[in-house]
């Protein structure tokens, strides 16, 4: 698992690599890749991933991985890198909402974490 920084360069969540799943710092599965796309549990889509990061439906970053590219925001020193979890349960893949036409890469950070 490689660790996903948030704005401040602090570890906020658990990229697992092998299945695309997003998981907190607790254990708990937030959300999955689906080719580029991000979905939490429910099926809801919440943003897209590229180049080691995640935007949300706004084009702002959300979390990046250390070695993120094309981000457009100023990399925050990154800080710490916590245990890794323990996994919680898997929960099989719900039903997927439709993707949203996606905007442009803003040029800033989430305003509010979509996990």
Do not use: C
């Not at 997003?22 to 580029?36: E, K």
């Not at 706004?58 to 070695?67: D, E, I, Q, T």
Request: charged share 15%; no cysteine.
């Amino acid at each position: 698992m490689d660790p996903l920084y948030d704005q401040r360069g602090r570890v906020y969540a658990w990229l697992e690599t092998a299945t695309g799943r997003f998981i907190g710092l607790g254990g708990q599965q937030l959300a999955f890749l689906a080719g580029d796309n991000v979905y939490n549990w429910s099926g809801a889509h919440l943003g897209w991933w590229e180049h080691g990061h995640m935007r949300d439906r706004r084009g702002a970053v959300v979390v990046f991985l250390a070695n993120a590219t094309n981000l457009i925001v100023g990399k925050p020193g990154l800080s710490g890198r916590p245990g890794i979890p323990g996994i919680s349960g898997v929960p099989g893949r719900p039903g997927l909402s439709g993707v949203p036409g996606r905007p442009g890469n803003a040029g800033g950070w989430t305003k509010q974490m979509p996990f």
